[in-house]
């Protein structure tokens, strides 16, 4: 079972997400604390735009 304290972070980054005004892939991935390789790894990402602005 999850400790409380990785399900407080986990909520925590979930509302930041929600919450942001961007729409920017990679600043959505830094707003949440993931890792690109690793998070994302295996991941079928051909309709997201990566591209930044």
Known sequence: MANEGSLDEL???IEQVVETETDDFMELVRIAC???ARDFAG???SGADLRGR
């Open 11 to 13: 909520l925590h980054s």
């Open 34 to 36: 993931l890792d690109i």
């Open 43 to 45: 991941a079928d990402l």
